[in-house]
């Protein structure tokens, strides 16, 4: 998990055509904060799930 979570705050942060401002992490609830050029603020978080 923790590689996922690294991986793809290293695609959000490269991201340049998105309008991200701030990128937040909160790693113990496995979640980002993405802040936008907008204004418009983000929540991602990260699950692992068993199917």
Same mark, same amino acid.
Do not use: H, W
């Given at each position: 998990?923790?590689?996922?979570?690294?991986? +793809?705050?290293? +695609?959000?942060?490269?991201?340049?055509?998105? *309008? %991200?401002?701030?990128?937040?992490? %909160?790693?113990?609830?496995?979640? +980002?904060?993405?802040?936008?050029?907008? *204004?418009?603020?983000?929540?991602?978080?990260?699950?692992?799930?068993?199917?």
């Amino acid at each position: 998990m923790d590689y996922f979570k690294d991986k +793809l705050f290293e +695609l959000l942060n490269d991201a340049d055509d998105m *309008g %991200i401002i701030d990128i937040d992490t %909160i790693y113990r609830e496995n979640k +980002l904060i993405v802040s936008l050029q907008s *204004g418009i603020v983000v929540e991602v978080q990260c699950r692992q799930i068993n199917i």
